[in-house]
């Protein structure tokens, strides 16, 4: 039984998970990307059988979780504190409260992270939730638990995952772990380990399960999803030693999307992240087939300078990135393209940053995600490069970036205007209960009365006004889809 509670907190829970005769309460909290926020809920889901129900209260927990991320400093820097406001928690008001911490800063820190923070009970890495009774066991002994073991077959596919912070409409469904691409920078290759995918069989019944329970759209996750691989479990390089049979029933990324779009005609997709040297012109041309796959691809390239993009072990060049943005606008005109960048990598110079700039000319990105270089300890960049660009280049570099990507923006959500576009109502408007939001196909946030719809509701609407953020329209009907 879930109960929606109406506060929007950064972070923290918005539905409780309830389940009868449960008597202890779970505090969790998760930072960083989807993923991390889609573990906790199989992470709700395991404490669910072990007599937890969850809380929106620290005063009352008897198990705080928080789920981090490792990768900047800035995102460890904010579990750090959240950690002292536990403390600050336990010691006034909850002395028997119990702390631990998952994710990505335990694989990284494992037994530092004991030694560092006192309040720290437990430290559990992305692949060993399922051991969590265990280990919870050894912590209401009196000990100290952690298990970071990594897996190469764990993807947790036969966990039904509990829905938290749900609108009800759309959800994460993840399909591969791990990451193989070892970009330089990166930490998520040392924190989640080696690349695995997830069954079909599996993802297709999660995905029943959210139809049947009235959810709209899915987003199918992973760090690198146009690398999943399905043919039988186990590593990508084990590929290679597969039996024909297993090889000749072996299902990819475009297969995949395929079979979701097919199988589940009313359902929208989307997926998240793609990596350029991973992303085929069969998945495109999946893409551009079904009218269910949404419009969108978030392609992070990083850097435009071809140097920058060697050291960072980005397996393209510039010249084959525009070629993939090529193939993605002449088969689908209309499809919106996201970015992440990075400045002041080690040893950039200002024709480098140039060439990022003069790359998102060429691509005009219809969003962004933008970050200053930080290093991060154990990456082949921290080991081999010195971090040399100074903290106010790497800002003004940054700055730079983020104007050029706000004139895209904006210059791209001008292109909505006087269009009727489709739009599935996912919640109120953050500034007005008078209207509904939610987003079209190219991920655009759009923002219109709300007449008579609900949420789950396709509406056709058309297009009125726009910010550089999001488009404002009235709706003129429900959508075939509906
Ligand atoms: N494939 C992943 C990428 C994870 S990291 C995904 O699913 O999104 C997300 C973004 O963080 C990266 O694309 C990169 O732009 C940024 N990032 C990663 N490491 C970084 C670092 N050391 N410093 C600054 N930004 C970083
Ligand atoms: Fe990180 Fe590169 Fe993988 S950014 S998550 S190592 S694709």
């Not at 995102?75 to 336990?90: C, D, F, G, I, S």
Request: contains cysteine.
């Amino acid at each position: 039984m879930e109960k929606i509670i109406d506060e929007n907190k950064q972070g923290e829970t918005l539905v409780l998970n309830q389940k009868d005769g449960n008597t202890r309460k779970l505090f969790i909290e998760s930072y960083g990307c989807q993923m991390n926020f889609s573990d906790s809920e199989i992470v709700a889901s395991i404490l669910t059988e072990q007599g937890y129900n969850t809380t929106q209260n620290l005063e009352d927990a008897d198990l705080v979780l928080v789920n981090t991320c490792s990768i900047r400093d800035k995102a460890e820097q904010t579990v750090r504190k959240r950690l002292e406001k536990y403390n600050a928690v336990k010691k006034s008001h909850n002395p028997g409260m119990k702390v631990g911490v998952l994710g990505c800063m335990a694989e990284r820190l494992k037994t530092k992270f004991l030694e560092e923070e006192k309040i720290v009970d437990l430290v559990v890495g992305p692949d060993a939730y399922k051991d969590l009774p265990n280990l919870l066991s050894e912590v209401e002994e009196g000990r100290d638990a952690i298990n970071v073991i990594l897996s190469k077959e764990e993807t947790y596919g036969d966990i039904a995952p509990v829905r938290l912070n749900t609108n009800g409409v759309t959800a994460f469904v993840s399909i591969t772990r791990g990451c193989d691409n070892m970009c330089t920078f990166c930490v998520v290759p040392f924190t989640r380990g080696r690349e695995r995918s997830r069954d079909p069989q599996s993802i297709m019944e999660e995905i029943t399960d959210l139809w049947n329970r009235g959810f709209k759209e899915v987003t199918l996750l992973g760090q690198n999803v146009d690398s999943f691989l399905w043919y039988g479990g186990g590593l990508k390089k084990d590929f290679e030693k597969a039996s024909d049979i297993q090889k000749a029933t072996a299902v990819n990324f475009a297969q995949l999307l395929d079979m979701c779009a097919t199988t589940f005609p009313k359902m929208r997709f989307r997926f998240s992240t793609s990596n350029p040297q991973d992303m085929t012109l069969d998945v495109i041309e999946s893409m551009a087939k079904h009218r269910n796959i949404c419009k969108y691809i978030h392609l992070p390239v990083q850097s435009g300078s071809n140097r920058i993009l060697q050291e960072m072990n980005r397996q393209h060049t510039r010249e084959e990135y525009f070629e993939l943005i090529d193939n993605i606008k002449r088969l689908i005109p209309d499809c919106a393209i996201s970015q992440d960048m990075i400045s002041g990598f080690p040893t950039e110079t200002e024709e480098d940053h140039q060439d990022t700039l003069s790359l998102m000319e060429y691509v005009k990105y219809d969003f962004g995600f933008m970050f200053a270089y930080s290093e991060r300890p154990g990456t082949l960049a921290e080991r081999k490069m010195e971090d040399d660009i100074p903290e106010d280049t790497k800002k003004r570099r940054l700055q730079e970036i983020i104007e050029l990507q706000q004139e895209h923006s904006f210059y791209r959500t001008k292109q909505h205007l006087g269009k009727i576009e489709e739009v599935l109502i996912e919640k109120l408007s953050k500034r007005s209960s008078e209207h509904w939001s939610g987003r079209n196909s190219q991920n655009t946030v759009v923002v219109f009365p709300k007449g008579d719809y609900k949420p789950g509701d396709f509406v056709n609407v058309k297009i009125t006004d726009c910010t550089s953020t999001t488009l404002i329209g009235e709706a003129v009907g429900y959508s075939e889809n509906n």
